[in-house]
């Protein structure tokens, strides 16, 4: 197991969860909570020039405080890696869950669906398109509740959401018509395409577009044809249709999302984008961390809200009070 100098005293690597192209996730232990996480560790060099992908995304995480978005816990920089401490989503990959059962019902569908539309809506309202939405970037905290990762190839256009954007990125499979065209293309416009793919696949437990040669697969893409199970409602069928939409003018909007008669069904409200930052301050997290730091409650709190907010102190504090709203103690063990 390779030993990092940065991550000594403060997180126990463990097993290899994830791996892409220039970045690899590893399940981690903070030790003085013994708190789980994930540490998503890049290696500078073959970054190379996306170097500045990683500053982006780093960015966007400080500001997308959502209780379905994955959270940022704390970044660590040296002279040849960083590290992303990222909270830890045991219930895995949503995809497998499809897998596993095949496929999922109306109502869990669109449990999770809700979950998704909710976290894309609060992103978009914040400026920022996600552009890799797909199953295998939509994972399950403990509780099996959904939280949205990897904002590498997140989009903060300059002139807001609204403005288009070139890069083609993102993964063939899930991506809109114009994007794979290479045509200039909004932010919001495609995530709504790929959420309409990942609606399909939670109903359906296959994809819309599958095939694979390349060619093929983008000849099924721009017909916008794709099979419509007998078991999907008619409601499930219309708001499929609007989302997967091949000119982007005529896909239904987030806002329309929100307020659509399938994604309202059995609930009393639209999907509302109100986030909610658990970063209140909690007496008996800083009296902990006081015991063991040493330092008086009310200067660690000053110094957290004072922070960037990624800093091992911001870790620790959010980890405990992780811990605090699981009924968990509050045990922390000095890293002697
Ligand atoms: C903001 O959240 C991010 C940003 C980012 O750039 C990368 C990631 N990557 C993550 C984060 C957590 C997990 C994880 O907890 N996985 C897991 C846990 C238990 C069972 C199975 C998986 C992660 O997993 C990697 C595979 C996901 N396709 C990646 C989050």
Redesign the pocket.
């Known amino acids: 197991m390779v030993r990092y100098a940065a991550l000594k005293g403060l997180y126990d690597l463990e097993k290899t ?2 791996s892409g192209g220039f970045a690899k ?1 590893k399940l981690a232990t903070h030790i003085a909570t013994g708190e789980k996480v ?1 540490i ?1 560790i890049m290696d500078k060099i073959s970054l190379g020039d996306d170097l500045p992908r990683v500053k982006l ?1 780093v960015q966007a ?1 400080k500001t997308l405080l959502h209780q379905h ?2 959270r ?1 816990y704390q970044v660590i920089e040296t002279d040849g890696h960083y590290f ?1 401490v ?1 909270e ?3 219930g ?2 949503l995809f497998d869950h499809i897998v596993e059962k095949n496929r999922l019902s109306e109502t869990e569908s669109r449990k999770f669906f809700r979950q998704i539309v909710s976290a894309v809506a609060y992103l978009h309202s914040l400026g920022y398109a996600h552009r890799d939405l797909k199953p ?1 970037n939509v ?1 399950l905290d403990r509780e099996e509740n959904l939280k949205l ?4 190839l997140c989009a903060k256009p300059k002139n807001g959401i609204d403005s288009h954007l070139q890069t083609s990125c993102g993964s063939p499979t899930y991506a809109a018509p114009e994007l794979i065209l290479g045509k200039k293309y909004l932010g919001s416009e495609v995530d709504i395409w790929s959420m309409g793919v990942l609606l399909y696949a939670l109903l359906c437990g296959f994809l819309p577009f599958d095939d694979n040669s390349i060619e093929n697969l983008y000849r099924k893409i721009l017909s916008g044809k794709y099979a419509e199970p007998s078991w999907l409602s008619t409601s499930s069928k219309r708001l499929i249709r609007a989302m997967l939409q091949i000119d982007p003018k005529k896909r239904i909007t987030i806002q329309e999302l929100c307020n659509h008669p399938w994604i309202t069904a059995g609930f009393l409200n639209p999907v509302s984008f109100v986030h909610k930052t658990n970063f209140e301050k909690d007496d008996d997290v800083l009296s902990t961390m006081s015991a063991i730091c040493g330092e008086h409650a009310s200067d660690i709190w000053r110094k957290l809200v004072k922070s960037d907010r990624t800093d091992y102190r911001t870790a620790t504090y959010l980890l405990l009070l992780d811990r605090k709203l699981r009924g968990l103690s509050l045990r922390i063990s000095s890293s002697a």
């Not at 990762?149 to 590498?152: E, L, P, W």
């Open positions: 969860i994830g996730v994930a998503k995304e995480l978005i994955c940022l992303m990222i830890y989503c045991s895995g990959e295998e994972l990762i990897d904002f590498g």
